[in-house]
């Protein structure tokens, strides 16, 4: 299974494009990179899946590398609201693949 | 997205008892599930991986007689905590797989063992 590493914290200020970068050096060739968003008591809230170069919707943007072994989830012009842990998991692409957290990065947006 | 409703959100049981935590999904079919537990400030760990007409998977160090998981349908999964402790509380949540697509969470479930 893919680790994968995130910082632990991040802060930022209303208004400001934010960046989370996650390492998955041992990702597998069939493996996607999908953020998902936590507020406290509740479950993760699905975000972005990416495979390679470049996924957009309407809430963030992934980056991801040729090599794949690190993904980039962008939020831009963070609020108040977008407060919360952050997870990057890989491992989704074939059945019975079991999704592991990492620590996931705490993002703070400050006023 | 897909919806995964997790039922209840909240509940509370007396130290002994056993407590029935049931995970649907609600607009596609789900041959694997998963669960997991929370504490607070931390990360979800992995309990069980829940295949459709078999047995559950569970990670090592997780009590298969204790928590129990039953996934009888394409829809439906539950995890029963059985004899429940004060230990035993913490938040619960479930997931369901879609290929492709990503995994599923349910809202997930605070149990408080008195």
């Known amino acids: 299974l893919a680790k994968t590493t995130q910082p632990i914290s991040m802060d930022s200020y209303e208004g400001q494009e934010v960046n989370i970068t996650c390492s998955h050096n041992?990702?597998?060739?069939?493996?996607?990179i999908t953020w998902y968003q936590q507020f406290p008591s509740q479950g993760p809230r699905f975000i972005i899946q990416?495979?390679?170069t470049k996924v957009t919707n309407e809430v963030a943007s992934l980056f991801i590398p040729a090599d794949r072994k690190s993904s980039t989830l962008s939020l831009p012009r963070v609020s108040l609201s977008d407060t919360a842990v952050y997870y990057c998991?890989?491992?989704?692409?074939?059945?019975?693949?079991?999704?592991?957290f990492g620590g996931g990065t705490r993002l703070m947006v400050k006023p | 997205g897909a919806v995964v409703s997790q039922h209840p959100s909240r509940v509370i049981c007396k130290s002994g008892t056993s407590v029935k935590i049931e995970c649907r999904s609600l607009?596609?079919?789900?041959?694997?599930m998963f669960w997991y537990r929370q504490f607070p400030k931390q990360s979800l760990m992995l309990m069980a991986t829940?295949?459709?007409?078999?047995?559950?998977?569970?990670e090592q160090g997780v009590e298969k007689d204790k928590f129990l998981i039953n996934h009888a349908s394409l829809t439906l999964s539950t995890l029963t905590v059985t004899s429940a402790h004060p230990e035993d509380s913490s938040f619960y949540i479930c997931?369901?797989?879609?290929?492709?697509?990503?995994?599923?969470f349910g809202q997930g479930t605070r149990l408080t063992v008195v």
């Open positions: 997931s369901a797989l879609v290929i492709p697509g990503g995994a599923f």
């Open positions: 041992n990702i597998a060739t069939n493996d996607y």
């Open positions: 990416g495979y390679k």
């Open positions: 998991l890989v491992g989704v692409g074939n059945a019975g693949n079991m999704l592991t």
């Open positions: 607009d596609f079919q789900a041959t694997t």
């Open positions: 829940s295949n459709e007409g078999s047995k559950a998977t569970y």
